[in-house]
């Protein structure tokens, strides 16, 4: 793990994605963060460790608590004809604005499921945030920069509703896994660029956030590893790098990064396969450059995917309590429900 206070894309993976997307684990906020287990050499050890079950995947489907209030298929903007969609996870019982998540699924900007962060919705609810999980256009509907454009949608609707949500507008994070990841990081470090904002809704309203989790996520798609990527010639709309560099640049988050954006929390396998974790180097590298804030966790021994894990998945869970309970504070009376 590394500390500054300096100011699914691979198809030889696909099974393993599969197995480890297939189920998330839950863990309760806890004031010490659990070590990251052991990891193994290659992925397709833990492939061979989830099929005899010496790891564990743990539970999916979490039931709703009594103190979360669950408000599913709002609508949050237009993408073109597209009705943008969201999932709400609120606590029951809050006299008083708290901080907002808005959560992203990856899946490679082609597929996935907003379905899939229920349980991280679960959890930060129940520690008393107020969380989204949304859906984006899909590059089958349409390619760059679409997908970037209703997640920022997303996050001026969180503000533009943030009074009857009960959320505090100055609060808002953005959090997202692989192709989420990178659209969490677009969030983070493109605030406010107008030729990304869109015509989705909530027009005048800030797209900034206050603190970034990208789990795997790529940054720099000008690198050679996401030129040769079929996923990222589809999100950019079957342009290649060397007819289109400009719009590759744009689609970079590592482009934007500049001294005033938020605390970033960056977590990656270090034998991760789909998205190499030189990605996250290189952010890393960035942020430290512009005098941002940051966390790296580099995860040993683990692939892409990783946090379905129930082991790193505790692991991970704690650590984003502590990170965006250090940066967006609930206020003391209502933490930790």
């Known amino acids: 793990m590394v500390i500054s206070h300096a100011g699914c894309l691979c198809r030889g993976h696909l099974a393993l994605t599969i197995l480890l997307v297939s189920a998330l684990a839950t863990a309760d906020a806890s004031a010490e963060v659990p070590p990251a287990p052991p990891g193994f050499e290659t992925p397709d050890e833990v492939k061979q460790a989830i099929l005899t079950g010496k790891v564990k995947l743990a539970q999916f489907n979490l039931p709703l608590p009594d103190s979360v209030t669950l408000e599913k298929d709002i609508e949050y903007g237009k993408g073109g004809d597209v009705s943008l969609r969201l999932d709400l996870y609120s606590p029951k019982v809050s006299d008083q604005p708290v901080p907002g998540i808005v959560f992203i699924h990856g899946g490679a900007w082609k597929s996935g499921s907003r379905e899939i962060y229920h349980p991280y919705c679960v959890n930060f609810a129940k520690h008393g945030y107020v ?44 959090v997202g896994a692989s192709a989420g990841g990178h659209l969490a990081s677009m969030i ?72 005033d954006d938020p605390p970033t929390l960056i977590f990656h396998g270090t034998i991760d396969r789909v998205v190499p974790i030189h990605q996250s180097e290189l952010l890393v590298a960035k942020l430290k450059e512009r005098g941002v804030e940051y966390e790296y966790d580099p995860i040993e021994g683990w692939p892409h995917a990783m946090d379905a894990a129930a082991e790193v998945h505790a692991h991970c869970l704690a650590k984003m309590f502590e990170f965006v309970d250090a940066h967006l504070p609930l206020p003391s009376a209502v933490g930790g429900q």
């Open 131 to 174: 969380a989204a999980t949304v859906s984006y256009r899909l590059t089958g509907v349409a390619p760059f920069p679409a997908a970037v454009e209703d997640v920022k949608c997303a996050v001026r609707w969180m503000r533009a509703n943030a009074k009857q949500l009960g959320v505090d507008p100055d609060q808002i994070a953005a």
């Open 188 to 259: 983070g470090y493109s605030s406010d660029l107008p030729e990304l904002e869109g015509t989705g809704g909530h027009a005048g309203v800030s797209s900034r956030v206050q603190a970034v989790i990208n789990f795997y996520g790529p940054v720099d798609l000008t690198t050679d590893f996401a030129r040769d990527k079929r996923a990222i010639l589809d999100l950019m709309g079957g342009k290649r790098f060397d007819d289109a560099r400009d719009q590759y640049e744009l689609a970079s988050p590592l482009t934007h990064v500049t001294a």
